[in-house]
């Protein structure tokens, strides 16, 4: 495809990277994966895996360089409980995965699809095998949700996206414990009128800290005639005050445009909730949903993402 703009993120020439047929067990389609790059240099992908009811589990698929070769549990990995959590009765989706260094834990924040909407749940794994499972920590309708890796002010921070008509924005509440949270604060506003992310946006994946700011890539739905398109933009908040936007883009700078993206379950959709840097602390492999059935790769810098920031 012919670019007449800058590309910031590269696809992978081998995209898409998974799809159900990957999957050793009879599932609809997998996509939205919260991604993390282990100790040993391993990439784990946890997949929101929707079984041919409608419902969705989460499915870890690792890969030693991140692109190809996946090795994919034979079963689901973090599979809804509704016996125990009742908020799950319709399945669990969209992981946004977080490395917490005081806990010596990773921190998966995810939807849990309740009677009510979909709700914000919390679970704790050290190696993503054994869950210490919070439950509910933000009631419907809530979502697009997780957590900063460490403590602001003696408090941790989840970043989430309540519904309140007759928009949708991105807010920061704050907790001593993860279970009990409150300071709710407006992050980010939705804008209104024409812009490409008008009246709905929400957090991709986890914030990425940087010397400048925590850079996030967030998610903008523009409503047209026939659809609703779901592309990608960037800004900047403070280190010390994330709820303070220091800079947010115009423009959005990735959208769907293979036809992988433009059509599927649903079209014209790119959704990421996971990247993992690497070790020379910039190049950074941002991985997403395509048309909620499949999940593709793209690539970009840390520095290239604040460059375009500030030209935009």
């Known amino acids: 495809m012919i670019h007449t703009h800058p590309e910031l993120f590269h696809r992978h020439e081998n995209n898409p990277i998974l799809t159900a047929a990957n999957w050793s067990y009879p599932i609809n389609s997998v996509f939205n994966p919260g991604a993390v790059l282990l100790e040993d240099g391993t990439t784990l992908l ?40 009742p908020e799950e009765l319709w399945g669990i989706e969209d992981p946004r995965i977080t490395h917490v260094p005081e806990l010596e834990s990773y921190a998966i924040v995810y939807t849990a699809y ?131 936007c220091i800079k947010r883009g115009d423009e959005w700078m990735f959208g769907p445009e293979e036809s992988y993206e433009r059509h599927g379950d649903v079209d014209d959709a790119v959704f990421p909730c996971g990247y993992t840097i690497a070790s020379d602390g910039d190049s950074i492999k941002m991985y997403y949903g395509a048309a909620d059935s499949c999940i593709a790769l793209a690539t970009s810098s840390i520095r290239a993402m604040l460059e375009w920031l500030d030209n935009h």
Not at 54 to 75: E, F, M, Q, V, Y
Not at 152 to 180: E, F, K, T
Not at 193 to 215: F, M
């Open 46 to 85: 946890m997949c929101r895996v929707e079984d041919r009811r409608g419902h969705s589990h989460l499915c870890a698929a690792r890969s030693t360089n991140g692109i190809d070769n996946w090795r994919i549990d034979s079963h689901p990995t973090l599979p809804a409980d509704p016996e125990h959590f």
């Open 114 to 244: 309740t009677r009510d909407g979909p709700g914000i749940a919390l679970a704790l794994t050290k190696e993503f095998v054994t869950f210490e499972r919070y439950g509910l920590i933000m009631q419907p309708d809530d979502k697009d949700g997780a957590l900063l890796p460490r403590r602001i002010d003696g408090q941790w921070a989840l970043i989430h996206r309540p519904v309140n008509a007759p928009g949708a924005h991105m807010w920061i509440s704050y907790s001593p414990d993860l279970r009990n949270w409150g300071n709710h604060k407006i992050m980010m506003q939705a804008r209104k009128g024409a812009w490409w992310d008008a009246n709905k946006i929400g957090l991709s994946p986890p914030p990425i800290e940087t010397p400048q700011g925590w850079l996030v890539i967030y998610h903008g739905v523009r409503r047209t005639g026939s659809s609703s398109l779901y592309r990608l933009g960037l800004a900047l908040f403070d280190i010390n005050t994330p709820e303070r």
